[in-house]
């Protein structure tokens, strides 16, 4: 299983809205909807903000937002704010029980 | 409130196993699986693989020669063997809790983690 691509760094300003991309293949994010994505701040675990493509966990803010069209998934922060610079990672299931994540995004807000 | 921690040897050297527990407190072992995934020094993510209900478990296929999971559910833990590792090893090894029996829908609650480091 190859790991998902994501750009390297995305940006926005405060209050602005930025997208990251996910790119899969017809063997995990096409074919399934178990996108998830992950927020990690320096030196913390990581935290699920999306599952199941577009599902938020209690407690995520609605300004995270997650869809998927063919072979790519996305994730949306909308208004941002200086606490959502972190890295995101996303991640697919991959047939018969197994992960594969993307590299990561490095989220820098103006 | 479920935690989870991680502890293990935090050195260990070249051609040599690697072990490690991660400890629930909190919470039973029913109902969700347990993955393990881990993070090299400024790297991304890789999942390692996951044990569920009734010991059914998987590996990421890359590092299936070398890896096995395992849980003793009277101690509340899991745990994770590496064998023959070399410094490609070295990372940040988390377990994490998945929102079902299967780790396809997202890993809800994870660990603080534990570095390892594969030196001579």
């Known amino acids: 299983q190859s790991a998902l691509t994501q750009p390297p760094s995305a940006s926005g300003s405060p209050g602005q809205s930025v997208t990251i991309s996910c790119t899969g293949t017809t063997n995990d994010i096409s074919i399934y909807n178990y996108v998830s994505w992950y927020q990690q701040h320096p030196g913390k675990a990581p935290k699920l903000i999306i599952y199941?493509?577009?599902k938020r966990p209690s407690g995520v803010p609605d300004r995270f937002s997650g869809s998927k069209s063919g072979n790519t998934a996305s994730l949306t922060v909308s208004g941002l704010q200086a606490e959502d610079e972190a890295d995101y990672y996303c991640?697919?299931?991959?047939?018969?029980?197994?992960?594969?994540f993307g590299g990561g995004t490095k989220l820098t807000v103006l | 409130q479920v935690q989870l921690q991680e502890s293990g040897p935090g050195l260990v050297k070249p051609s040599e196993s690697l072990t490690l527990t991660c400890t629930v407190f909190?919470?039973?072992?029913?109902?969700?699986?347990w993955s393990w995934i881990r993070q090299p020094p400024g790297g991304g993510l890789e999942w390692i693989g996951y044990?569920?209900?009734?010991?059914?478990?998987n590996v990421n296929p890359s590092l299936k020669s070398r890896v096995t999971v395992s849980e003793d559910t009277s101690k509340n833990q899991l745990s994770l063997k590496l064998s023959s590792v070399t410094a490609a090893d070295t990372a940040v090894y988390y377990c994490a809790r998945g929102k079902i029996e299967a780790p396809r829908s997202g890993l809800e609650i994870w660990g603080q983690g534990t570095m390892v480091t594969v030196s001579s």
């Open positions: 199941e493509v577009r």
């Open positions: 044990i569920g209900f009734l010991g059914t478990s």
């Open positions: 909190g919470g039973s072992f029913s109902g969700h699986c």
């Open positions: 991640s697919s299931y991959a047939g018969t029980e197994n992960l594969v």
